[in-house]
């Protein structure tokens, strides 16, 4: 039996209502909510996430309300104060949006394989291809992360199959996100071999009889289903589960972290910003960390139909804990300031009444009426708790929405401290925007299920 929104609704407030009993039934109280966690984590995340919820029960037992990790416990950054623990993506250090940003995106391991890709490309004839194409799929997988982590998990394989390299092409078929272009900017457009190509379906019925299905084993081999150079794959299709579990193995299997950073190197070089959008980014952080804040932490909270295949549904006040947490572990380097993201605004108002004691909460309506920027100022926000509604949304409604996501993304991947659950590609995205070394995901990131990044 699932539990509804208004049962977890209520848990949240037993556990809000924890301040107000005896201590002696205190940790009686903590065990039962827990338990009831743990069994939904095991039921949706496997057992490794039972460990990660039993972690959390000491740490919330331990710092028990009245104890130090309440609001007067954490030494919050002050205000124009420099930050103690530079690191080279940190976003914090002094300067503007620019510097931050080629912190970040430009680095030069992006900088080479950017160089590295557009000299090879012209001299390597074999393909391999993604295809995101909204109308050909009836499975549930159709979520804005999911296609934009499957689009870099074959940029990846195309990049580190064993033995042979690809070039890379995605193609944008009656996408339910109306326009890639209008999210990314391609680094390859313009050259002899661009990446991104997008056609209508009868346009793409003709290019797909020139390529082949394929499969992946366990170590990375890629198994055509006829003849050719040219492989392709679309999103959720015939044995993608298969599919997905073998990358994961093939990229447990490599040494050192080496899966991560190199998709955290494709990513940071592919996914590029669309000017305008980049544009709309500069003035929200801009926004952030002015008036010596000089930094932010960010969540994000996953709803709607996710909770229904593979996420478990924690109340809000774990989200405000967890952040609470994370700025008592690190002394002088949290800035009050939390800007959150949700697909559902009643989530979201939520997290702000809950946290409002600790932090000044924002987020992405606030923020474009603050700075004025079109279109969705002039807007209302898009509302949908499942897939399908999204789908049946005019296509203006829908990019509107998913560039908000992608904006939304780029925020948490700037932020100095990030709250979310793995289970979410939104997450795991953001981890391979923030970082590229998996070693340090655990300094600024607390996943409230999966206690690791994971490849798919």
């Known amino acids: 039996m699932r539990w509804s929104r208004s049962r977890y ?59 130090r990790i309440n609001c007067a416990g954490i030494h919050f950054r002050e205000v124009s104060s420099p930050h103690p623990h530079p690191s080279s993506l940190d976003t914090t250090l002094p300067g ?10 430009n680095t030069p391991d992006v900088v080479e394989f950017r160089t590295d890709y557009l000299q090879n490309c012209p001299t390597t004839s074999a393909t391999l291809s993604a295809a995101l194409s909204s109308n050909r799929l009836t499975s549930p997988g159709l979520g804005l992360g999911s296609n934009v982590n499957f689009a870099l998990n074959l940029f990846f394989l195309s990049q580190e199959s064993p033995g ?41 019925e003709s290019v797909n009889k020139t390529l082949q299905p394929f499969d992946l084993d366990a170590v990375g081999k890629l198994t055509p ?12 299709t015939d044995g993608w589960w298969t599919f997905f ?14 899966a991560f950073r190199m998709k955290s190197r494709i990513a940071r070089a592919f996914l590029q910003l ?9 003035k929200i952080w801009s926004s952030l960390t002015e008036e010596g804040s000089r930094g932010y932490s960010a969540v994000h909270i996953r709803r709607s139909d996710k909770i229904q295949f593979d996420s478990i549904n924690f109340p809000i006040l774990l989200y405000v804990r967890a952040l ?22 009643e989530v979201c108002a939520d997290f702000v009444n809950q946290a409002k004691e600790c932090f000044h909460v924002t987020d992405f ?3 474009v009426k603050l700075n004025a920027i079109l279109p969705w100022s002039e807007r209302s926000p898009v509302e949908f708790r499942h897939q399908n509604q999204f789908n049946s949304l005019p296509a203006e409604e829908r990019l509107a929405s998913a560039q908000e996501m992608i904006v939304s993304i780029y925020l948490a991947a700037l932020s100095d401290f990030f709250v979310c659950t793995y289970s979410s590609n939104v997450c795991r995205l953001v981890a391979l925007l923030k970082h590229d070394n998996i070693a340090d995901l655990d300094e600024d990131i607390l996943s409230l299920d999966w206690s690791n990044w994971i490849m798919v």
Not at 196 to 202: E, F, I, K, N
Not at 245 to 258: I, Q
Not at 324 to 345: E, I, K, M, W
């Open 9 to 67: 609704r209520r848990l949240g407030i037993l556990l809000r209502s924890v301040t107000q009993i005896p201590s002696k039934y205190l940790l009686l109280l903590y065990v039962i909510a827990w338990i009831l966690l743990a069994y939904k984590s095991v039921q949706f995340s496997g057992v490794e996430s039972l460990f990660l919820i039993v972690k959390s029960l000491v740490l919330d037992t331990w710092h028990v309300p009245g104890s």
């Open 96 to 105: 503007n949006f620019a510097e931050a940003w080629d912190r970040h995106f």
């Open 164 to 204: 042979r390299r690809f070039n890379y092409q995605l193609f944008i078929v009656d996408w339910n996100y109306v326009s890639w272009t209008e999210l990314f900017h391609d680094f390859t457009s313009g050259s002899s071999c661009p990446i991104v190509r997008t056609m209508d379906g009868p346009a793409f």
């Open 225 to 236: 289903a006829g003849n050719g150079d040219h492989l392709m794959r679309e999103l959720n």
């Open 245 to 258: 579990d073998n990358l994961g193995r093939y990229a447990d299997g490599m040494p050192g972290g080496k």
């Open 274 to 282: 669309q000017p305008e959008l980049k544009d709309k980014l500069e």
């Open 324 to 345: 609470r947490r994370l700025c008592h572990s690190n002394p002088g380097r949290c800035s009050r300031t939390v800007y959150v993201f949700c697909d559902d605004a």
């Open 365 to 367: 309506r606030q923020q």
